[in-house]
């Protein structure tokens, strides 16, 4: 069993940055795949970014540039960086795992075996 535990969301101005962390515990957080999703009100809960245990990263087109994924192994904690953050960014952000790793790129939802509570993220214009 892993568990997860995002923290850093708030509120903050279009333009501003965030952090997100997500920290694991359980498992061995060693060769795993650490992803990141969104899902904001009335909508489909869609894919941010991806982390695998290998170093490989994939994001959503619409987001490269400005979110950034990263781990601490020694911490077993992931980040998500947010920089210069948009009104529709609006989301709660939820963290998952996948593990054992079975595939790559992993991007769609089901791929996720955990998953967090996720953590609120407000941009205002």
């Known amino acids: 069993q892993v568990h997860l535990v995002e923290s850093g969301g708030g509120l903050v101005q279009a333009g501003g940055s965030l952090r997100l962390s997500c920290a694991a515990s359980?498992?061995?957080?060693?060769?795993?795949?650490m992803g990141w999703f969104r899902q904001a009100p009335g909508k489909e809960r869609e894919f941010v970014a991806a982390?695998?245990?290998?170093?490989?990263?994939i994001y959503t087109d619409s987001l490269k540039g400005r979110f950034t994924i990263s781990r601490d192994s020694a911490e077993n904690t992931v980040y998500l960086q947010m920089n210069n953050l948009k009104p529709e960014d609006t989301a709660v952000y939820y963290c998952?795992?996948?593990?054992?790793?079975?595939?790559?790129?992993?991007?769609?939802?089901?791929?996720?075996?955990?998953w967090g509570q996720g953590t609120q993220v407000t941009v205002s214009s």
């Open positions: 359980g498992r061995p957080f060693s060769r795993n795949v």
């Open positions: 982390l695998h245990w290998s170093g490989l990263t």
């Open positions: 998952a795992c996948e593990f054992p790793p079975r595939t790559w790129p992993n991007t769609q939802y089901r791929d996720y075996d955990y």
